[in-house]
């Protein structure tokens, strides 16, 4: 019977090492596996943002998800944008609902883009709205 015991409690003792190393090997894998799933995101991250072809945008405000600025924006809108030039510059971004905007609030650099770079910025579809609100342009002299 002594015997009997003895051997329950040495095999308690190697089951309690082999457990605690077990669970230490598996921790080990466990924290390998996301490390390495770490790494290829992040990777992966880093690729995508230098391989970016557009220009990045001009700062502005921080927008809300789906809403953008909309919420912020002031019904004195001359004095809001007067406002977001002097905190942001005279070209500045802003979201409204899911659509980008820039704004550009000095007149040399309006004349710029609307002279020097007419075609780029020409050369698009009219929107939907604005032929309906222009009766498909018949009212425009």
């Not at 015991?5 to 605690?20: E, I, P, R, T």
């Not at 996301?34 to 405000?61: D, H, M």
């Amino acid at each position: 019977m002594l015997n009997n015991m003895a051997s329950d409690s040495h095999s308690s003792y190697l089951y309690s090492l082999w457990s605690q190393s077990h669970q230490s090997s598996t921790d080990q894998t466990l924290l390998t596996f996301i490390s390495a799933i770490f790494l290829v995101f992040l990777y992966l991250w880093l690729v995508k943002k230098s391989n970016n072809p557009n220009p990045p945008l001009p700062p502005g405000p921080q927008a809300l998800p789906l809403l953008g600025n909309l919420l912020f924006l002031d019904p004195e809108l001359h004095s809001y944008f007067a406002g977001l030039a002097q905190s942001y510059g005279p070209i500045f971004k802003l979201c409204l609902s899911n659509i980008v905007d820039v704004a550009v609030t000095s007149p040399s650099l309006a004349r710029e883009i609307l002279k020097d770079h007419d075609i780029t910025f020409a050369n698009h579809d009219v929107p939907s709205a604005g032929r309906a609100a222009s009766y498909e342009g018949f009212n425009i002299v």
